[in-house]
Every structure is written in C-alpha cells, then in structure tokens.
C-alpha cells in the first residue's frame, strides 16, 4: 500500500516535470510545417545577437566568479582563522540577498549609483557593467559563501596556516597556494552554480539596460513562436551541464580523497 | 604587565577586523545601502521631507489588490510546492522504491530549481500555451478544450502551475536532510509503544519537522514573491503583481510619483522579511533535532 502511494506520488511528479521538458523540446523542432525540423535553432544560432548577448553574460559570469572568490575565500578563511565572534555577522549578511528580492535591490542600485550620485556607475556603459556584477556577486553570496565555507571545515585551517607561515609564507602565498587550492572543490561548486545563475538572470540586466541573455531571451520570446522554446531548451541544457559540473567535481574529489 | 598585555589587545583587535573589511565594504556598497535608501525613500517626500504619504498613497485598489494577488500567488505555491515536494520525498525515502531513485531525483531538483525565469516561461507556453503540447494533444484526442474550460496559462493558476516547477525541486532539496534525521530509533520506539504507523507520524514525525516544514514554506513563499522574470516573460507586463508593477514603476515611473516606487518596494522587503525571520527562527530550533 506505501509503496503504490509511493509509486503514484513519484509518477504524478516526474509526469509534471518531464511534459514542459517535452513540451518545449517538441515545439522548438516543429518550425518546418508537417516535420520535425533544427531549424528554429538554426535562426537562433545565425542571429548576432544571440551570440553578442550570450559572450556578454558569459563574461560577466566569468567577472563574477573572480569577485566572489576573490571577496568570498579570504572572508571566509579569515573568519574560521581569527574572527569566529565575526560570524553570526558575516552569515546574516550573505544570507541577505535571499531575503531582499532582486528587484528591491537594483532599484535601489538605480536610485544610489545614477549620474548624478556620489559614485555615477550607470553613467557610462562600462560602469553599469561593473555595478551589473557586484550584482550578481550579491545573488550569489549565498551560494558562494556557504560552499567555501563548507570547503573549509573539512581542512585544519589553522594547523595549513602555521605551517605555512614557519616555512616563511605570506598572506598571499597561504592564501592561494595552501587554503585555495585545498577547497578546490568547494569553490569550483559554487562557481558552477554562479554561472547558472547569471546566464539566465534577467531582473538585474533588464533595469540597467545592459545587453545580457536574459533580456535577449524575453525578447524574442514576445516577438517569435518557435525560436524562444529552443532557447529554453539551450538554456536547459546549461543549467544542466553547470549542475553536471558541479557534481562531477565533487565526485572527483571524494575519490580522489578515497585513494589517499 | 597585566595592563601592558589589556593594551596590546586593544591595539591588535581592529587590525583583525581589518581582514573582513573588504566584505564589510562591498556588503555596505552593495547590499545595505542601496536596502536603505529604498526604506528612507519610502518615508521621504520628492523635496526630501519626512512623510508617510507615500505609504498612505499604496492604499489605492489597484495596489492593494497587486499585493493581494502576490500574496496569494506566493502561499499557494509555496504550499502546494511543500505538499507535493514532501510527497515526493518521502515516497523516495520511506516508500520502499528502489535506491537508485533518490539520487538522480536529488540531481534534477538541483537542475530544475535553477531553471527558472525566462525559459522556464517559454517551456509552459509551449506546453500548456494555446497551441502548446498537452492543450493541443486533449483537443485533438478528446476533444477537451482547455481554454474553453476557462482555463488560461496567462492566468494566476497558469502562474502557480509554473512556479511550481521551481518550488517543488526547492523543497525535495531542502527536506531530504531533515527526513534522513528521523530517527529510526524514534519509529521503532513509537511501534514498541504500540503507536500505529499514522499515530506516528502525527505525534512523532510532524512535530519534530514541522519546524523545518514552516521554514521551508516561508522560504518558498519569499522566493515566489521576489519571482520576476518568470511571471514577465509569461504575461508581459499586465499582470497585477506587485514585482511586475514595480519593475514597470522602475522602468517608466507608471504610477506617476517615484516616491510611490520606494514605498511598493518597501512593501516587498517587509514582507519577505516577515517571511524569512519565521523561516531563520524555524531553522535554528529544528536543526537541534537533526545532530
């Protein structure tokens, strides 16, 4: 009887997962009237700004991977070596971003950084582009912080750094040659899910009016019928290869600390 | 000696803090300022005055029933989100289904509860849309016609049905953990008691989740509430949500005052706040349970 329940409970779910999955799949191949057809992803493809807006996200992913470990990783680090009263802070303000809608924040970005602010970000292209990542940077606080920090409960931080320092190193040095590479893993995770995030985003890049994928994909999806399902399906299968990624490398990890 | 050794530590203690002040910078740069002067905006008037009109001015029908419709939006998904999701998870857990379920179900949830926003959008319209698979295939076959039936994937259940595809992933995530905790002890107890399978889980298992159960419905309800993209991407900007009229407020000042503009997203962050204080309070007393 449990086991029907069961049965019937993970049926009716994977039905309600797998039809839209179908759903979009089928109806991106059916621009060629009367047979299943590449071609909606053939006009996606040959549109430039397919490509323009996808290298533009993809870049601003890649920043904001750099800033949030760059802003992540020592934070973390330092808070586990030398300021443990510091983390009740510390946590409340990376869980943050999961509490203020991303919306609320970059109208508030608009209304702080506007030209004629102390500090006009979206004064100039270049500008927005910066403040556009310490956005994303803040969407994925959480995530980042969270799996860095898990990375570094695993190590003896404080036992790396002393050695560390008795052979003569520096800050730096134990930073990136000692702490970074041993959460690997951990930051690797987080950014994987960082990428997934900014690709889709589409909040943020639409209010500050940068020409970012999200926009792009919204876009098209109100002025075409058979090229936004073959987006969702593109856009599927990064979020799945960034999700295949991130288990990939945790999987690596875990046997390659079997055979030590 | 014993004061020379109170002074050093005074001396070394903000030379510590010195290593965060990087975070602290960019969190105030990027996080707390910007939260702070949407709340002063909300109480200020255009030539910069102390005011509360601005939020008597949300009391309009239009507004209030933005909110109305967000906040309804937000509790019906997040709580079927948690229903089905604890079904789910469960049947996976407890229901005697095959090991190698859980571990692709886990990863799909990871994959679907990120694929949200504009394609997620894209994927019902095709699905459930006008001329998308399923409406298409019970119209042929049955000759159901959804849209006759009243039914409208540019509607408020339309929206619930597509957040839900991001809520229920969402929860299967976050309760896995906390059904692993229980105990088989516990149940095992209970039966030696001779506590029937449904005494158990009424007076053993529930209320030891039901903390984690509320804070993850308080979770998804601020993460469907804060939800733009998705809802924009599916209905345009007619839709009478909250998010959507701000995004349009921000956009084009359509309301015709930009202080109103603070006090709509004022509104948000006291909601959503409200949520996620249930939802950390809740954490923090069930994870006591799960050691």
Sequence with gaps: MTRFFAWSALLFGSLYFLLPLVGMT???????????????????????????????????????IVVGVFLVAPTAYWVRLKLPQARPFVEFVTLLPLVIPAIVLVFGYI??????????????AFGTDILLTM?????????????????????????????????????????????????????????????????????????????????????????????????????????????GLMQLVTRFSKHERAKA | MAKDKVRRAERRLPLEWLGILPFAIFSVLFLILPTMRIVTGAFQSPDGGFTLQNLADLNTASIRSAYWTS???????????????????????????????????????GVASNFAGVPL????????????????????????????????????????????????????????????????????????????TAQYWRMVALPILFPSLLGTFALLFA???????????????????????????????????PNLGYALAFGMILITVVANTIYIVLRVRSERWLK
């Excluded at chain 1, 702080?112 to 100039?124: D, R």
């Excluded at chain 2, 019906?76 to 190698?100: D, E, N, Y």
């Excluded at chain 2, 993209?229 to 309301?255: H, M, Y």
Aim: glycine share 10%; hydrophobic share 55%.
């Design chain 2, 71 to 109: 906040i309804k939006l937000s509790l019906i998904s997040a709580g079927l989100g948690c229903a089905i999701g604890f079904a789910m998870a469960a049947a996976v857990i407890f229901g005697g289904l095959p090991k190698g379920v859980r571990s692709p179900l886990l990863t799909f949830s």
């Design chain 1, 135 to 243: 956005g994303y940077t803040t969407l994925a606080l959480p995530y980042m912080y969270r799996s860095v920090d898990t990375g570094l409960r695993t190590i003896d931080v404080a036992t790396l750094t002393e050695a560390a320092q008795s052979l003569g190193a520096g800050w730096i040095t134990i930073l990136g040659r000692i702490i970074l590479p041993n959460v690997m893993v951990a930051v690797l995770s987080g950014a994987f899910l960082t990428l997934a995030i900014v690709m889709g985003e589409f909040t943020m890049a639409a209010l500050l009016n940068r020409p970012a994928f999200g926009p792009f994909m919204q876009l098209l999806g109100a002025n075409r019928a058979y090229e936004p399902p073959a987006l969702a399906v593109i856009a599927f299968a990064i979020t799945w290869g960034c999700m």
């Design chain 2, 223 to 257: 993460n469907a509430f804060g939800a733009v993209a998705t809802a924009f991407a599916l209905t345009g900007p007619q839709l009478n949500i909250v998010p959507i009229k701000l995004f349009a407020q921000i956009r084009g000042d359509v309301l015709g005052n």
């Design chain 2, 121 to 196: 959008a894209f994927a019902f319209i095709a699905t459930l849309g006008p001329v998308g698979l399923i409406t298409v295939w019970l119209k042929t076959e049955f000759g159901i016609n959804l849209r006759a039936m009243g039914f409208n994937l540019l509607s408020f259940w339309g929206l619930v049905i597509t957040y839900l595809f991001f809520q229920i992933p969402l929860m299967i995530l976050i309760i896995t953990p906390a059904l692993d905790g229980l105990k088989r002890e516990w149940r095992e107890a209970a039966a030696v008691l001779g506590a029937t």
């Design chain 1, 111 to 124: 209304r702080l950084y506007n030209t004629s602010s102390w500090l006009p970000m979206t004064g100039s």
């Design chain 1, 26 to 64: 089928e109806f991106s191949l059916k621009m060629r009237r009367g047979e299943y057809s590449f071609d909606a992803y053939r006009r996606v493809f040959e549109d430039p700004r397919f490509w323009e807006t996808f290298s533009y996200s993809l870049t601003l992913a890649v920043a904001t």
